[in-house]
């Protein structure tokens, strides 16, 4: 497959009319000399001793062919081209990144860089994870131009690869170009590209189905050209009637896309009823697309019994990736459903040719990738220069927070930034994590601290003595990590507190000795801990000694024999304390058969009652009432462990201050809902929003809100104007 003397015969005749169809599409973008200079580093290609790959492709015509693809399909930018055609002199060694800086500057030297690292990650993604794989591309990218590059040097691999004998490696390339570059392309709104990566894909993985669609495509394609024009002919004079100036015309869908109709409405291909769609491309000034387009869309409605669950308006409301057009699908001649397509020029070419055709577009998104697209629109908007100039200084910041590493087996794994083998020990599995004593990274042993770079290859080693200990707290920062190793040394901790309980418990029915707990509790205050675990560890670690312990504690009960007797919650003896805080500057409680003023009390955050809540009273040790709704998730544990500790309170009838309350609010990610919610708040007297935090995911909008109200009636109230709103499914008080 390969020649040792250089190029063959026809792969040189190639290369020179690929030259000479690259200089003519670039020409104004890349002078004369520069183009001189490829010319002769490209046919001097033909004394290289290995001008083909290991697949037996010939670099020269692959680097060409993705050249004047992107010159056709995105832009003929200078700085891309030629990096696109200096990247095969790089890898072969012919040049260095510091020649390239030296004699093109540094911006291509850049690009140049950040291609050679995306490369060498392109053919690790058998076995990983799609979105990971996604992000470790866009993370080892700081330039959105290398994904889009990326994305046709992999489109014209596919249209090259077509029946290669390596068919393990042609089913692994097209899995690639379906999960990670297809994706890519669609949301830089690069649909063209997109659909073809789609439809060689199917190809290659399913050749059989691929074909079926295909064959069946060309034997209905005249009836099919015929029926579009009984469609378009009657439309087009309507349009033009109206002074439209438009072109129009009708295309296939892909087979790809026909063959996920298939599978979804689990029919064949005579029974997809939407096999093609109708567009119609106005020509008309900025301030009047979105009107024209909505009256060709009127004109179509008159001919036409439109079908209104298959309207999508990406008029009012465009594609994140910047896609306008509106599409209606009407019952036509022979009742036949038609999908029909109107969209304005410009907004042709962005569908067209993606983020590179234009820079005018809003749009909404979800996850880090489409934020870091929202970011790109953003600095987008109101620029003045060329698509290309601006993305230059474009840096993926949301990539920078995570990192991204292999597993020996190719698995893919997303950490935060700074992640250490720890965290990714954590990562595959919490056992992996609590038995981590270091790593095999890259060939080379590692400590359990070492800081996780992108594309790293990470072999985990484990011990079956190794345990957590706190300093790992230190080494890891993911979350997981961390939770996992607190909630292993608590159950440790736990594991040593119980037997230190038991061991004194023990020790004291030897010496006939019964523990009250309230006592106990009031020794090992006096004993200087915090926590009472802590005391019962030392015990079983042998820092304290039991019978020592056990004589301490029954001086503690002679101490307090006089004041042993159990009281009821009537009789209990509440102290005033200055220091303590009470919730309230008015008498606003009852407690017992009296209305005391200054009385220290506190709401109970575990349920955060409010004026009008049905409440009862706990005192604490310390003499606080604490006030809870009867419905607390911990009214049933109080009542049924603290009877004698459970006093009656109500509401004096004087309605009390602002008291925050949290609400949880679910409903359809729609447009505005949170704009809709919080006006209403707004205007609501009295009542104040503290705080707010949303969620949205699968197009499922969750808010938490804290809101400051006075009384469970205007909460109430509140609430149910709340689910008034459109969009709005639930409104819970949590």
């Known amino acids: 497959m390969k020649e040792a003397t250089g190029l063959k015969y026809d792969d040189r005749r190639e290369i020179v009319t690929l030259l000479h169809q690259l200089e003519d599409l670039t020409a104004g973008n890349i002078s004369v000399e520069e183009m001189k200079a490829i010319r002769r580093q490209y046919l001097s290609m033909a004394h290289d001793e290995a001008p083909y790959d290991d697949k037996g492709l010939c670099k020269a015509v692959q680097t060409l062919h993705s050249a004047i693809l992107f010159a056709e399909s995105i832009d003929p930018d200078h700085n891309i081209i030629i990096a696109m055609l200096l990247y095969p002199l790089l890898h072969d060694e012919l040049v260095t990144i510091s020649e390239v800086r030296d004699t093109w500057g540094e911006d291509i030297a850049s690009l140049l860089t950040g291609i050679s690292a995306v490369e060498q990650f392109s053919n690790k993604n058998n076995a990983v994870n799609q979105d990971n794989f996604r992000g470790l591309i866009l993370s080892l990218a700081d330039d959105i131009r290398v994904i889009i590059v990326m994305i046709v040097r992999n489109l014209v691999l596919m249209r090259a690869i077509n029946m290669h004998p390596d068919t393990e490696w042609v089913r692994s390339v097209a899995f690639e170009a379906n999960v990670l570059y297809a994706q890519m392309a669609h949301r830089l709104g690069l649909y ?63 087979i790809s896309s026909i063959w996920g109709k298939m599978r979804k409405q689990k029919v064949d291909v005579s029974g997809i009823y939407d096999l093609f769609a109708i567009r119609v491309i106005i020509d008309t000034p900025p301030e009047r697309e979105k009107s024209d387009c909505w009256l060709a869309y009127s004109i179509l409605a008159d001919m036409y019994t439109p079908n209104p669950a298959r309207m999508r308006d990406w008029l009012s409301i465009p594609k994140s990736n910047g896609y306008e057009s509106l ?10 459903w038609v999908e029909v397509q109107f969209r304005t020029r410009r907004m042709d070419m962005v569908a067209e040719k993606g983020l590179a055709a234009h820079w005018r577009y809003k749009g909404v998104k979800s996850d880090s990738t489409d934020r870091w697209m929202n970011n790109i629109r953003d600095i987008l908007e109101s620029a003045d220069a060329g698509p290309m100039e601006l993305m230059r200084s474009m840096k993926m910041e949301d990539y920078e927070k995570e990192v991204y590493a292999f597993t020996p087996k190719g698995d893919l794994y997303k950490l935060p930034s700074g992640a250490t083998v720890l965290d990714f020990a954590f990562r595959i599995h919490s056992n992996v994590g609590s038995r981590c004593t270091g790593a095999i990274v890259n060939g080379e042993h590692k400590k359990i601290n070492y800081r996780i770079n992108n594309g790293d290859t990470v072999e985990i080693l484990t011990s079956t003595t190794q345990t957590p200990k706190y300093d790992w707290l230190n080494i890891v920062v993911s979350s997981k990590a961390r939770t996992k190793i607190k909630q292993t040394l608590n159950e440790e901790a736990q594991k040593r507190a119980d037997l230190g309980k038991e061991l004194i418990e023990r020790r004291a029915k030897n010496r006939k000795i019964e523990i009250d707990e309230p006592l106990m509790m009031k020794l090992i205050k006096k004993s200087g801990y915090k926590f009472v675990n802590e005391f019962y560890s030392d015990l079983a670690d042998e820092k304290l000694d039991v019978n020592k312990i056990l004589t301490q504690y029954q001086d503690t009960v002679a101490e307090n024999r006089e004041d042993a007797v159990k009281i009821s919650a009537e009789e209990f003896q509440i102290h005033r304390d200055e220091d303590i805080q009470t919730e309230g500057k008015k008498d606003v409680l009852v407690i017992g058969d009296n209305s005391i003023d200054g009385l220290a009390y506190k709401f109970a955050r575990c349920c955060n009652p409010i004026y009008g809540d049905d409440v009862f009273g706990f ?5 606080i009432v604490k006030v809870h709704k009867t419905d607390c998730p911990n009214a049933n544990n109080i009542r049924n462990r603290y009877p004698y500790r459970v006093i009656n309170v109500q509401w004096s009838g004087k309605t009390g201050e602002s008291m925050a309350v ?46 400051g109200v006075t009384d469970n009636s205007q909460l109430n109230a509140l609430i149910k104007k709340i689910s008034g709103v459109k969009g709005v499914k639930d409104v819970s008080r949590m």
């Open 662 to 707: 949290n609400l949880r609010i679910v409903g359809n990610d729609d447009l505005g809902i949170l704009s809709n919610i919080t006006s209403i708040i707004s205007k609501e007297l009295g009542i104040n929003l503290r705080n707010v935090s949303i969620d949205s995911h699968d197009g499922i909008f969750q808010g938490y809100l804290t809101v």
């Open 192 to 254: 063209k590209l997109k659909s073809e990566l789609e439809d060689l894909s199917l190809k290659y993985s399913n050749r059989e189905i691929y074909t079926q669609i295909a064959h069946k495509l060309n034997e209905t394609k005249r009836s099919r050209d015929q029926y579009i024009k009984h469609f378009i002919d009657p439309l087009k004079q309507k349009l033009e009637a109206a002074g439209l100036k438009f072109d129009i015309k009708g295309r296939t869908k892909s």
């Open 327 to 336: 599409h209606a699908t009407v019952l036509g001649p022979e009742n036949k």
């Open 619 to 623: 005192i604490s040790s310390e003499g």
